[in-house]
């Protein structure tokens, strides 16, 4: 057994760095991870921005040539070709915003940050149960005064 112990010395050692390399490689997964979830939050926070921009010039737009319809100005072709942008515009906005609301959740996941408070009340209304988690979700969040301008534009 004597002439063994440098050897299993060896075994226990390349066991040890094998497990120090392994928690190196996991911490760097998490920080990658938490990472690359925060760069999509904020590229998609300037989407939402953007397409908040293209929505109002879409509405501002529609509404003048609804003026220019009554004036008898443009066809009706053009009008409705213009509300027809006008849609596009919505769903560009409302994608934006599901995007950015996904990429929330997955920055949390990242984290390990769990959404709901401790004190969450889960026999409470659909409706008091979602304004609590909203409620929290713009307390932590920092883009929620975007969200409330996003809301606005409706």
């Known amino acids: 057994k004597v002439f063994q112990?440098?050897?299993r010395r060896e075994v226990v050692e390349d066991q040890d760095a094998l497990?120090?390399?392994r928690a190196l490689a996991l911490t760097m997964a998490v920080m990658t991870q938490v990472h690359v979830s925060r760069a999509r939050f904020y590229h998609l926070k300037k989407e939402l921005v953007t397409a908040g921009e293209?929505?109002?010039?879409?509405?501002?737009l529609v509404e003048q040539m609804r003026a220019e319809s009554k004036a008898d100005r443009i066809s009706q072709q053009t009008l409705i070709r213009e509300?027809?942008?006008?849609?596009v515009a919505d769903a560009k906005?409302?994608?934006a915003y599901a995007s950015l609301q996904s990429a929330f959740a997955n920055t949390y996941a990242a984290i390990?940050?769990?959404p709901y408070r401790d004190d969450l009340d889960t026999s409470q209304s659909v409706r008091a149960l979602s304004q609590s988690l909203r409620g929290v979700w713009f307390e932590r969040g920092d883009y929620s005064a975007k969200l409330k301008q996003t809301a606005a534009l409706r």
């Open 19 to 21: 497990l120090d390399k």
């Open 5 to 7: 112990y440098p050897r």
């Open 112 to 114: 390990g940050l769990d």
């Open 54 to 60: 293209y929505h109002n010039v879409q509405k501002r």
């Open 83 to 87: 509300e027809m942008n006008m849609l």
């Open 93 to 95: 906005l409302d994608v």
